[in-house]
């Protein structure tokens, strides 16, 4: 989700034109105003999946759009004002594009429930190959590889980082081998099928940098935040009732202080950054090597100074406990029921192009025109079963803020500052608590909306959708 780029709206590869989109404003309120007042907001997958829709759907039993849903902020919540679907050129017919809204009519209705669930399947394949494998997993990869080849074990930062990569090389493995690995679970069940790591690695080409991992820079690049020194955290929510965003900063900010007491404890002069060789071979590693490719960007944070070393530990961190939760441990809440988010299309819209026949059957039997667009029996059961598993916490789960690492707490300095960050985590706990029992906060406390808890630090084992561990184990 990103605030609307004000390019995309009536340009020409775009069906989202001006006076479509101010018919679905409410009142008199203009696009020009909606965007100077950053009410519209976006959710593009056009220029992800576009490559792939021909490819996809020479698989049978699939298809695929370009996909573009956007959205007004109506001082509460969004509302969906439209969805762009996209094919191109192929088998001898031209570009196919509509745009889809809520409508009135019965017939609009089932055709809006029909669009929703070809946007709904690209977000779901987006959520699992690149917020989730990409961000998470995989890219946390470089950084355990380049901590374990050349940090020794009683590295002040191995041992700061230590917990905090505790099993993801081994989860990572197992994903390998039967979730995306080919033909797996993931090429079986989501639309992308056998080009789902294609298309993650395309994007990561595309779109990953590290400088934006970090959340305040995350937010920022979305445009959901801006730079305000008078609010808290030096940030303001383009929209306020944001509950990952206001939580996360929360966490950000009790996670970096825990970093910069353990850091500028190590490292109380600043030159030792620089002159600390271990450290700095590191960082080339990560920077180099595990991310190769990137090598050359200018956008790699510097690692001379404390400050720079405190920034880069916890975007890590982060990424790794409180990124990795949101994105991981609600997904059979939200999405265990299967028309809830579709994670795969099998058939093309009603109006594409279609046959007296199909536009028939359509009018006739909408239900069951939607239902063969679903997945089948067999695939949605088998998301449910990974997503259950997924969201799953073990009983021996070790969450972040919850216990000291004996090399911790065998200093004293590091114990107390660890207790400071144990406590703050706890805290955080009641503020979030605090935070759902708000009836202003529309987008946490109404008829049917669930209470954002996906960053409170400690859970029970189970399904829980709360719970941040240290590490990324599942």
């Given at each position: ?313 916890t975007t890590i961190i982060w990424v790794a406990s409180a990124h990795h939760a949101a994105a991981n441990f ?128 400690l859970s029970l084992p189970g399904v829980t959708a709360k719970g941040v561990p240290n590490s990324i184990s599942?």
């Amino acid at each position: 989700m990103s605030k609307l780029d004000p390019n995309i709206y009536g340009s020409p590869e775009s069906a989202l034109t001006t006076e479509l989109v101010e018919s679905q404003i409410k009142g008199s309120m203009t696009v020009k105003q909606a965007l100077k007042d950053k009410r519209l907001f976006i959710i593009d997958y056009h220029d992800a999946f576009m490559l792939y829709v021909k490819k996809v759907r020479e698989i049978k039993g699939r298809t695929l759009y370009g996909s573009r849903t956007l959205f007004i902020f109506d001082d509460e919540s969004l509302r969906p004002l439209a969805i762009e679907l996209t094919r191109p050129p192929m088998n001898g017919k031209p570009q196919w594009k509509q745009v889809y809204t809520p409508g009135t009519s019965a017939t609009s209705y089932w055709v809006w429930k029909l669009a929703k669930a070809h946007a709904l399947a690209n977000d779901s394949a987006y959520h699992q190959l690149i917020s989730h494998w990409l961000r998470t997993h995989c890219c946390t990869e470089p950084y355990i590889i380049a901590a374990n080849r050349q940090l020794s074990a009683m590295h002040p930062i191995y041992r700061l980082l230590h917990p905090y990569f505790r099993d993801t090389m081994e989860i990572n493995a197992f994903g390998r081998e039967n979730l995306i690995n080919a033909g797996g679970i993931i090429e079986s069940t989501f639309s992308p099928q056998k080009y789902a790591i294609e298309i993650s690695s395309i994007i990561y080409g595309l779109e990953w940098r590290f400088d934006h991992e970090a959340l305040p820079a995350d937010l920022i690049s979305r445009g959901m935040a801006v730079e305000d020194a008078s609010s808290s955290h030096g940030l303001k929510l383009t929209i306020e009732d944001y509950p990952y965003a206001s939580d996360g900063l929360e966490l950000w900010s009790i996670l970096k202080q825990w970093v910069a007491d353990y850091v500028n404890h190590y490292y109380s002069d600043p030159t030792l950054v620089e002159s600390d060789e271990e450290l700095q071979a590191w960082w080339m590693e990560v920077r180099t090597v595990g991310h190769g490719d990137k090598k050359d960007e200018p956008w790699w944070p510097n690692l001379k100074t404390p400050q720079d070393l405190i920034h880069i530990i916890t975007t890590i961190i982060w990424v790794a406990s409180a990124h990795h939760a949101a994105a991981n441990f609600g997904q059979y809440d939200y999405a265990g029921y299967f028309p809830n988010r579709p994670t795969i299309t099998r058939t093309k819209m009603p109006t594409e192009d279609p046959t007296g026949h199909e536009w028939n059957h359509f009018l006739e039997k909408p239900e069951e025109t939607l239902l063969q667009c679903y997945p089948s029996p067999g695939q949605a059961t088998t998301v449910m079963m990974i997503l259950d598993v997924l969201s799953s916490h073990s009983s021996d789960e070790e969450y972040i803020g919850q216990k000291a690492e004996s090399a911790w707490e065998a200093e004293p300095k590091i114990k107390a500052a660890y207790e400071k960050f144990k406590g703050r985590m706890i805290e955080l706990e009641g503020i979030i608590d605090e935070r759902n029992a708000n009836q202003d906060l529309k987008n946490r406390n109404s008829a049917g909306v669930m209470p954002y808890e996906l960053l409170k630090p400690l859970s029970l084992p189970g399904v829980t959708a709360k719970g941040v561990p240290n590490s990324i184990s599942i």
